[in-house]
């Protein structure tokens, strides 16, 4: 009876931790959503700093988890936003080497969108001598994303972009339909929603083969620090 008790107990406990664990992403990314979207860029600096810390927290707490290391590439990523060109330049290069990191240990972790992120970065970077930027290596990254979840919409958006990017419009709007037409997630679901709102922008804007003047991640960075 002892026995049995203390099985029925490790697996409350164990079910205990899994529900805080998951709990805790979601804070995380509602939080980023929030603030990535709807906060003023002169005061996202200290809140993604703060967010940066919950996800190391997390990731300290949870160290074979793909997930906390995830959204700490984000977060590096995003922040670099609010850096100088230099600064910007050590964090990406962060946040690549802990996006590569959670794909080792999950290569399908947030349904693919560490490849997405890995992907995006490798396009919008500078290229070598400045930094790692690389277009083969983007191709690679967002076509794995695509295979891990061909209705992702940020998978579809991503590799939209990218294609527009290389003149595409063609392609590029097939994938931004994908996008539009995917469902949003509800774990992310504003979030999702606010990238479907772009892919639906960036569907008109292939019509005049013009791309959005603000790039939903990190561009305008990566483009100050390339002009230096």
Not at 82 to 93: K, N, P, T, V
Not at 192 to 197: I, P, R, S
Request: hydrophobic fraction near 45%; proline fraction near 4%.
């Amino acid at each position: 009876m002892k026995k049995l008790v203390f099985v029925v107990l490790l697996l409350l406990s164990t079910q205990c931790f899994a529900e805080s664990f998951k709990d805790s992403l979601k804070n995380i990314e509602a939080e980023w959503a929030s603030v990535y979207y709807s906060m003023p860029k002169s005061k996202q600096g200290p809140a993604y700093v703060q967010l940066l810390d919950k996800a190391a927290t997390l990731a300290r707490q949870y160290p074979n988890a793909a997930e906390p290391i995830f959204w700490q590439a984000v977060l590096k990523a995003t922040y670099a936003e609010q850096q100088d060109a230099f600064s910007a330049l050590g964090a990406i290069h962060e946040a690549r080497d802990l996006l590569i990191k959670a794909i080792k240990i999950n290569p399908k972790t947030m349904g693919g969108s560490a490849y997405v992120t890995l992907g995006t970065l490798y396009y919008m970077v500078p290229k070598w001598p400045i930094s790692f930027g690389d277009d083969d290596a983007a191709k690679q990254m967002l076509e794995a994303a695509l295979k891990i979840n061909p209705d992702g919409i940020d998978a579809n958006y991503f590799y939209g972009e990218f294609l527009l990017l290389h003149n595409k419009p063609n392609e590029a709007a097939l994938y931004f339909e994908r996008a539009t037409a995917a469902p949003a997630r509800t774990e992310q679901l504003y979030a999702d929603n606010q990238l479907k709102t772009e892919a639906r922008l960036a569907l008109k804007n292939v019509q005049k083969r013009k791309i959005n003047g603000e790039k939903s991640i990190f561009l305008s960075v990566f483009n100050s620090a390339s002009a230096k």
